[in-house]
C-alpha cells in the first residue's frame, strides 16, 4: 500500500530522517514510535505530501508523491499533531468546505461522520470553543470525511485526559479493522492498546520494524529483578550477584534507606531468582526487597533508542 | 484547470470574512474616507463626477487591500492550518488562486456602496457616464492586482503585521512611483511612469478603456500570483 524506499529529509545541514525504508500493507494499523524530535512527523509529512523527500522514492498505491500529490492527497486522510483547524469556522461549516474539496459534500455523509466521530452535538459551535477531545473528534472527522483507504494521525491522543484517550483509541480501532492506519506516538501503551505493527524510529533511523505481538514476545523472555538488602555494600554485592550463572547484567540502584540495591538482569528464559536468594543469603545479608517484572515493550523502546543502555 | 477547487476556497475565506468582525470594520473605515473626500469637494466644485473620488482610490486601496489580505497565508501559517489546506487534495494554484480572488471579491462588495455617490451625482446633475463605468473597471483591476501583491506579501511570513506592511509597501510603491520623476531624465520618466498604477488607473478613469491598462493590472495580477506559488512550493 505504501512504500518508502531509501527516504532521507535534511533541515538545512540537520539530518532529521536518515535513510528510511519500509512497507505498510493494505489493513494494518502501524505505529509510529520514538522519543520526540525523531522524525516521526517529518516522516509523516513526507508520506502526505507536505514535504518533499530530499533523497529517496516514496509511493503510495500505484503513485509517487512527487509525481502525482493530488492522486496521492486523494487517498490519504491525514490528521496533523494537535488538529490545527481553523478556530473561527463552525463544526459543520468546515466540515462541508472539506467534504466539497473532498468532492463529497452530501448532507448524509456529514450526518454519518458526525455520528461515527460522535460531534452530533457540537456541530454548530465554533472550532475554537471546542475542549481539545472534541477539537480531535473533528480532526478526525476531517481526516475521514472521504473515506480514505489510508488514515494518517500524527500524535492523535496528545493532550487528551485518560478518558478520552481511551476512546479515541477505540474509534482508531474500529477504523482500522476496514482501514489502513498509521498513527504517531511516543507512548508505548498506545502502541500495545492499537497498533497491529510497530516501527521504532530514533534520530531518523529506523531501529525496529515488526509485529507488535513478536516485539513483545521478543522482549517477554528476560527478567529483570530489583533487590535491596542490608548490611551489603554495593561493590561486593554487584560482584556477588554477576558471578551467579545466568545473570546478564547487574546495575546499581539509587537507594533512600541506605541500602545497598542493584537491578539483575537474567539471561533468556532463566530463572535467577533462587540462585540471587541464596547468594543473599550466603553473604549474611539481609533480604529487604527482591521484586520481579517481566521485560516489557518499554525496556525494549528504552534498549534500541538509548543505544543499548538500559537504565530504568 | 478545474476551477472547483479555487472557488470552493474563494467561498470559504470570503464568508470567513463576513463570520468575523474584520469584513465590517474595514468596509466602515473605507466608506468613511472615501466618503468624507467625494462630499467635500462634491459641492464646491459645483460638477456632477466623481473625480475627487477616484482620484484618491489608488491611495486608499493601498491601504484597505493589504489589511484584507495579510491575514489570508500568514494566519494559516501562525496556526497551523497550513498543513491541512496544503494536505487536501488541492495544487498549490488552486489555493493561491481562490484567496486572490476572495480579496478582490471583497475589494467588490466594498466598493458597491460607493454606487450611491455615483447615483446622487446623477440626481443633482448631469452626470457622464464614461468616468464612471471607466472608474469602477479600473477599481476592480485594481483590486485584483492589489489583492495579487497583498497576497504574495501575505505567503512570505507569519506574521500579520509584517504582511500587512510588506503589502502596503508593494501597493504604495505602485501608487507613487510616478510622483518622484522629476528629478529623471525624460525618456526614464515615461518608462517609469508606465509602471505605476496610477497612472494606468488614471487613464482608464478618464473613461478612456485601453487594452495596455487592462494588460498591466492583469500581468500585474498574474506576476504576484506566480511568485506566490513559487513561494507555496519553496516552503520546503
Not at chain 2, 7 to 15: A, F, G, H, Q, W
Request: net charge negative; aromatic share 8%.
Amino acid at each position: 500500500m505504501i512504500s518508502v524506499n531509501n527516504v532521507s529529509k535534511f533541515y538545512g545541514d540537520f539530518r532529521a530522517v536518515n535513510d528510511i525504508s519500509f512497507v505498510i500493507r493494505r489493513g494494518e494499523i502501524t505505529g509510529l514510535l520514538g522519543p520526540n524530535g525523531a522524525g516521526k512527523t517529518t516522516t509523516l509529512r513526507m508520506l502526505t505530501c507536505y514535504l518533499p523527500p530530499d533523497a529517496g522514492r516514496i509511493s503510495v498505491g500505484d503513485h509517487l508523491v512527487d509525481a502525482e500529490p493530488l492522486e496521492v492527497k486523494r487517498m490519504i486522510g491525514y490528521l496533523p499533531e494537535s488538529a490545527p483547524l481553523y478556530a473561527d469556522m463552525m463544526v459543520r461549516d468546515y466540515l462541508s468546505y472539506v467534504g466539497s474539496l473532498r468532492g463529497v459534500d452530501d448532507d448524509s455523509r456529514l450526518h454519518d461522520i458526525a455520528a461515527m466521530c460522535g460531534i452530533g452535538e457540537v456541530m454548530h459551535k465554533n472550532i475554537g470553543e471546542l475542549s481539545k477531545g472534541y477539537r480531535q473528534r473533528v480532526g478526525l472527522a476531517h481526516a475521514m470525511m472521504h473515506d480514505p483507504e489510508i488514515l494518517i494521525l500524527d500524535e492523535p491522543t496528545s493532550g487528551l485526559d485518560p478518558n478520552q484517550i481511551v476512546e479515541i483509541r477505540k474509534l482508531i480501532k474500529e477504523i482500522g479493522k476496514k482501514k489502513t492506519v498509521i498513527l504517531s506516538t511516543h507512548i508505548l501503551s498506545e502502541v500495545e492498546a492499537t497498533c497491529d505493527r510497530v516501527i521504532i524510529i530514533d534520530h531518523g533511523r529506523i531501529v525496529a520494524d515488526s509485529r507488535t505481538a513478536e516485539l513483545k514476545s521478543a522482549a517477554g523472555g528476560a527478567m529483570r529483578l530489583t533487590v535491596r538488602a542490608k548490611g551489603a555494600d554495593f561493590s561486593l554485592l554487584t560482584s556477588r550477584l554477576a558471578d551467579i550463572p545466568g545473570v546478564q547484567s547487574v546495575e546499581p540502584l539509587d537507594d533512600a534507606e541506605g541500602l545497598a540495591a542493584a537491578a539483575v538482569r537474567g539471561e533468556g528464559g532463566a530463572d535467577i531468582r533462587p540462585a540471587v536468594f541464596a547468594a543473599v543469603r550466603d553473604s549474611g545479608w539481609e533480604l529487604y526487597e527482591m521484586a520481579t517484572e517481566r521485560e516489557t515493550l518499554e525496556h525494549v523502546f528504552r534498549r534500541l533508542t538509548r543505544g543499548g543502555e538500559d537504565e530504568l | 484547470m478545474n476551477f472547483k477547487q479555487p472557488l470552493t476556497i474563494m467561498r470559504k475565506e470570503l464568508s470567513g470574512y463576513f463570520t468575523t468582525p474584520i469584513a465590517y470594520i474595514v468596509i466602515t473605515v473605507f466608506l468613511v474616507i472615501t466618503g468624507w473626500f467625494f462630499f467635500s469637494t462634491f459641492f464646491l466644485y459645483n460638477q456632477a463626477e466623481l473625480r475627487g473620488f477616484f482620484q484618491l482610490l489608488p491611495l486608499v486601496l493601498s491601504f484597505v487591500v493589504p489589511a484584507v489580505t495579510m491575514r489570508l497565508f500568514s494566519e494559516e501559517k501562525h496556526s497551523g492550518s497550513f498543513e491541512i489546506l496544503m494536505t487536501l487534495p488541492v495544487s498549490a494554484s488552486d489555493v493561491v488562486l481562490g484567496k486572490l480572488l476572495a480579496g478582490a471579491a471583497f475589494v467588490a462588495l466594498m466598493l458597491a456602496p460607493t454606487l450611491s455617490y455615483a447615483v446622487s451625482a446623477a440626481l443633482v446633475g448631469s452626470l457622464d457616464p464614461g468616468p464612471v463605468i471607466g472608474g469602477y473597471l479600473g477599481a476592480l483591476l485594481l483590486g485584483l492586482a492589489f489583492s495579487a501583491a497583498g497576497v504574495f506579501a501575505s505567503s512570505l511570513t507569519r506574521n500579520q503585521i509584517v504582511a500587512f506592511i510588506v503589502g502596503l509597501v508593494i501597493c504604495l510603491t505602485l501608487t507613487l512611483i510616478d510622483k518622484f520623476l522629476f528629478f529623471l531624465p525624460a525618456p526614464l520618466q515615461s518608462a517609469i511612469e508606465y509602471m505605476g498604477a496610477d497612472f494606468h488607473f488614471r487613464n482608464i478613469s478618464r473613461g478612456i478603456i485601453d487594452s495596455r491598462d487592462i494588460v498591466y493590472f492583469l500581468s500585474l495580477a498574474a506576476v504576484a500570483f506566480i511568485g506566490t506559488v513559487r513561494m507555496l512550493e519553496e516552503r520546503r
